[in-house]
């Protein structure tokens, strides 16, 4: 039904009937749907960052952010960027904000509960040992994450030099959380089907470009 529609033209659909008092769950459902993936690649960013998280969190953490942008994020949507005054921020690129403060909160609130209680001041300086071995393991994926970063980002500069307009496609789609071919073509002006190949290509080279690095960690 919504599928001609825009994000933008979709969202103007959602807030015309609203302002108007008919019912907007139709739209955007149809909205939201559209940016369940991203949404769900936001939290697993965040699920990594805090070591904990599973499927069912995301998709609970997935309809509390829905259920938030319908109540106050309607009402607060402005259309620019906060993090660039001047700029103008798109619908999903807000949703996604949303959806990342309600998995950074969900998980900072585990972390706090978890946290036990110090009733003694002498025993709160001492770190128990299994405490000693957790701040040990989580400093060692910080190394390998740190590490793994590194080693993408060099994969992502080789593949700037060597296949431009593949590096082109997969900024926009994966750095800038542009996930929809149609927006990545409309802003590269190719098609939506070489929108497809470019983002398939660049993912190809990126992990031939990520396996000859490593080898060349492993030989030195």
Request: overall charge negative; some cysteine; glycine content about 6%.
């Amino acid at each position: 039904m919504f599928d001609d529609l825009t994000d933008d033209e979709l969202f103007a659909e959602v807030l015309q009937r609203r302002a108007t008092g008919d019912a907007v769950g139709a739209p955007l459902g149809a909205l939201c749907e559209r940016w369940a993936r991203p949404a769900r690649y936001v939290i697993s960013k965040i699920q990594a960052s805090y070591g904990r998280g599973s499927p069912a969190d995301a998709d609970e953490l997935y309809q509390d952010a829905v259920g938030k942008f319908l109540d106050r994020g309607l009402d607060q949507f402005r259309g620019v960027s906060e993090q660039m005054p001047g700029r103008s921020a798109s619908p999903k690129t807000f949703f996604l904000r949303i959806v990342k403060h309600v998995a950074i909160d969900f998980y900072r609130r585990q972390r706090e509960d978890l946290a036990p209680p110090a009733s003694d001041p002498d025993e709160a300086m001492e770190e128990p040992p299994s405490e000693v071995a957790r701040a040990v393991e989580q400093s060692r994926r910080r190394e390998e994450r740190t590490e793994a970063q590194e080693l993408y980002w060099r994969a992502f500069e080789r593949l700037q030099r060597e296949h431009p307009k593949e590096a082109g496609a997969w900024d926009l789609y994966h750095h800038q959380d542009v996930e929809d071919h149609e927006e990545c073509a409309r802003r590269l002006n190719i098609s939506v089907v070489n929108s497809y190949k470019r983002v398939s290509r660049a993912q190809a080279y990126l992990r031939l470009y990520l396996l000859d690095l490593q080898q060349e960690g492993g030989h030195e």
